[in-house]
């Protein structure tokens, strides 16, 4: 991508004067951001955008780009980035493909058998044919099941059942006197994201892992399987990465670095984040007889399945035999950019995407996301051909790659680094769309914005507006009377954390792009979720079948998007940011003191002999009690403490200032406005440090992070709260001041924000 050249808008000793803010002419409140005008002009245009969005497109948008597989390097996935760029060219977008080469491994060889301890069996490791699905017999283009960025590896070792294969999965282990050293695990899918289970398992020194989708999870248990129903049927496969993103997400040889031709690689051997044992994803259909193969201990009640059978721990006596072979080659990844330009700020960005690759067909994921932003791209051209002008230049994007490690979106973060920090005004993602509710999550600093966006947008089931069917959903869904009583009081509803998963990552957490997440769902189960039968004749049967919830989230996404690239003053807000960060040091107090009352209770449990008084005698192996606790010290959360009272004010006095922009009309020189503009722009890189996280410099964001230990879901201030989880309590006091001065500078920055905003009032 070129570099636009920036408009010298501070130079221009502008004395126009724009009104903005709340004042009221008619009886309509104006948007935030804008004048009475100027929100009554948007408003008109929102409207009209809202109603161009096409059940039937998305329908024919999906059935084509679904029609084969395209996972990164087939013919059909190039196909499908190019059919994309041509539609965008069709509608005006000013459009290119750019392409980066990125390490993508595709098996060569699998095997899974039974070796001992029961019948002899080997793993089918194929989805059939269903008859009734049209595009489940493409198999010579499927991407066979398996786990990407898995070590290639041939090994035979007997068995053993870790539940999730997460770490506290193994502490039962250890107190039921299971050890995996030499084994093979076999994890369910679930609780964490899947490249977690082989992470934990070599660290605790197994030779090899399987992952398999128990129908209690996402099968039978759940509802009526595929073709009946939505849920996964006997010899469904979950495929995916299992590269530790949580190290660094994109393409494993280039990290910090786009994955250009010329761009500096490691070695496929020196990539630390491939998997240090081969791991294959099965069926419910082939884990079963592995798993009735298991003797040992019987597992604990809540590790058992739905499998109906007496689910034992082993080791052994099965025995099985686990093969992966790999084609490591390079891959050719084509995302595909789209734009608009600004009239009058093009040098700001508004950037949304969705990913185009899938595993397989992937009707649902990506699909389904995808072409509610084709219609959003369409929608906005047809606007501009009736007059629209947005202020800001908006980039659409279909990013290649996503499944396999964000890897198109991260390329092209990291090849357009310095210029998304200068520019990027936010970054508004999906990835997978069904029925229900509307979820968000992303930069706090949006969180007003987003809710705001929410009230405006029609839920097509209960003609509700979708914010008023959220906030009543997770009134329903509330732990208490207390929480209930919080989310009907707090004028907007929360939004979460970013963690990893989708292609926010990179906007957020290393370029300091601030971003949402966006998409409805909650009504639509199913268990297709990377396996053959993600496509066309799935969706249209069992999820959004007519789309309405399609044209929902085109409205939302572009409705956010135009709102972003019109507004006068951008539309952040700290309230609701401060109120956040304030509740989670309110978190990694609780979880210090909770380490700290169960290492004490713990110790006192050993001293009263608790464990040998309980443990069966006759229990084989017998049970083994837990080790003694180093009792945590007392940290100082002053700082914190220090730093969330610096935000309140700050954000206190930038609501002062937009409120006195109300109070006089809202008039405010134009170039204040585009220092204050620069200055939000700038906001969420305040929340970064250049250095990065503690082990692991690619993130840089000391808010959001993905865990290290959970994959998909957020740590929030992630330097502080894992430093305490892995027992740190040096490195816990040190991260907490480097947090706290993180936190000071942001107040620091909105404080200056508050006070240009109110200068350009004088
Ligand atoms: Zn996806």
Request: charged share 25%; with cysteine; aromatic share 10%.
């Amino acid at each position: 991508m070129k570099s636009f050249s920036r408009i010298a808008a501070l130079a221009l000793l502008c004395v126009l004067v724009v009104p903005l803010g709340m004042l009221s002419f008619g009886d309509e409140k104006p948007l935030d951001g804008f004048s009475a005008n100027s929100s009554r002009a948007e408003r008109q245009w929102e409207e009209k955008f809202r109603a161009i969005p096409k059940p039937e497109n998305m329908r024919a948008y999906m059935e084509h780009l679904s029609a084969r597989p395209h996972n990164v390097g087939t013919p059909y996935d190039k196909e499908n980035a190019e059919w994309i760029a041509a539609k965008f060219k069709e509608w005006g977008l000013d459009t290119h493909i750019e392409t980066f080469d990125v390490l993508f491994p595709t098996p060569k060889e699998r095997a899974v058998e039974l070796v001992e301890g029961g019948p002899k069996f080997v793993a089918k490791l194929e989805e059939p044919t269903v008859s009734q699905d049209p595009t489940s017999n493409q198999h010579a283009e499927q991407l066979p099941t398996y786990n990407a960025y898995s070590k290639d590896g041939d090994v035979t070792a007997p068995l053993v059942f870790v539940n999730y294969g997460i770490p506290e999965d193994y502490e039962q282990l250890a107190r039921l006197g299971v050890s995996v050293k030499g084994a093979i695990v076999i994890a369910k899918y679930g609780r964490s994201w899947r490249g977690i289970k082989p992470k934990v398992a070599a660290e605790h020194g197994a030779v090899g892992c399987l992952i398999y989708s128990d129908p209690n999870e996402d099968g039978f248990k759940q509802g009526e399987t595929f073709p009946n129903g939505p849920w996964r049927p006997e010899q469904g496969v979950q495929r995916g990465s299992v590269a530790d993103d949580p190290i660094y997400p994109g393409d494993p040889l280039t990290p910090g670095v786009g994955a250009t031709k010329t761009a500096k690689r490691l070695e496929v051997k020196d990539s630390p984040v491939i998997t240090k044992i081969p791991v294959l994803p099965i069926s419910y259909g082939d884990a079963k007889p592995l798993l009735e193969a298991l003797g040992g201990p019987v597992a604990p009640r809540a590790w058992r399945g739905g499998l109906g059978m007496t689910y034992h721990i082993g080791p052994g006596p099965a025995k099985v035999h686990l093969k992966v072979k790999s084609n490591w080659d390079l891959k050719t990844i084509y995302d595909v950019i789209g734009k608009i330009p600004g009239s009058t700020n093009p040098d700001e960005w508004v950037i949304r995407g969705n990913h185009h690759d899938a595993w397989v067909n992937g009707a649902e994921d990506p699909i389904s996301g995808l072409v509610a932003v084709m219609e959003e791209a369409r929608g906005m051209s047809e606007l501009v051909q009736q007059g629209w002008k947005p202020k800001r230049t908006i980039i659409f994007c279909a990013w290649d790659a996503e499944e396999p490690g964000l890897i198109g979106s991260t390329e092209w973060a990291e090849e357009h680094h310095d210029e998304l920090q200068k520019h990027a005004v936010a970054y508004i993602n999906s990835d997978t769309n069904g029925r229900g509710y509307l979820f968000a999550e992303g930069s706090h600093s949006l969180e007003k914005f987003i809710n705001n966006v929410a009230r405006d947008i029609t839920d097509p089931e209960t003609n509700l507006s979708v914010w008023k069917r959220h906030q009543l959903f997770v009134i329903a869904n509330a732990s208490g009377e207390q929480e209930r009583k919080e989310i009907r009081n707090r004028p907007d509803w929360r939004i979460g954390a970013l963690g990893s998963g989708s292609d926010y990552g990179s906007f957020q957490q290393h370029d300091g792009v601030a971003a949402l997440n966006i998409g409805f769902g909650g009504e639509d189960g199913g268990g297709i979720y990377h396996s053959i039968y993600d496509d066309f004749y799935w969706y249209t049967h069992f999820s959004d079948t007519d789309f309405v919830y399609g044209r929902a989230l085109a409205q939302t996404g572009g409705t956010a998007v135009m709102r972003l690239a019109d507004a006068e003053l951008l539309p952040f807000e700290f309230g609701d940011f401060t109120d956040t960060i304030k509740s989670y040091v309110a978190d990694v107090k609780n979880l210090a003191n909770k380490m700290r009352n169960d290492a004490i209770e713990r110790n006192r449990e050993l001293d009263e002999g608790l464990f040998s008084a309980t443990a069966d005698p006759r229990q084989k192996p017998a049970s083994v009690a837990p080790p003694r606790e180093e009792v945590p010290p007392y940290l100082n959360f002053a700082p914190l403490d220090n730093a969330v009272d610096a935000l309140t004010q700050a954000s206190a006095e930038y609501r002062k200032a937009l409120d006195a922009a109300s109070a006089n009309g809202g008039a405010l020189a134009s170039a204040s406005l585009a220092e204050v503009n620069q200055m939000l722009i700038d906001n969420e890189q305040q929340l970064t440090l250049e250095k990065g996280l503690p082990g692991r410099p690619w993130y840089k964001h000391y808010i959001d992070a993905p865990g290290q230990y959970t994959g998909y879901a957020a740590k929030t201030l992630p330097a502080v709260r894992e430093a305490i989880e892995l027992k740190r309590w040096k490195e816990a006091d040190e991260e907490i001041v480097v947090t706290s001065k993180v936190l000071e500078t942001e107040a620091a920055h909105i404080r200056t924000a508050a006070e240009k905003l109110s200068a350009a009032l004088r």
